[in-house]
């Protein structure tokens, strides 16, 4: 059964730094693009940031520079490195992997 989970969030300063964490059990992990996608209140989810297999990282236009996906094939875990969160960064971060699986979302608030 593939199943994501995340981990990681929960009430930060902002100017603060989080790290969120996906464990993916999933087949063929090192194979799979993976992503971070978020719903804010009232918003439509957005994407964060996808990681290919090779790494490579693509992201959306309010995490470049603060944030940094990463991958651990041999943890089949996923990681976004979150920096200089904004109140507006508040959401529900889910993580994402091809065709169309998703985790249960972990809450990032970030307070004025």
Sequence with gaps: QVQLVES???????GGSLRLSCAASVSRFSFRTM???RRAPGKQRELVATISPSGGTNYGEFAKGRFTASRDNAKKTVYLQMNSLRPEDTAVYFCWTNPDVWGQGTQVTVSA
């Design 8 to 14: 990681g969030g929960g009430l930060v300063q902002a």
């Design 35 to 37: 992503g971070w996608y």
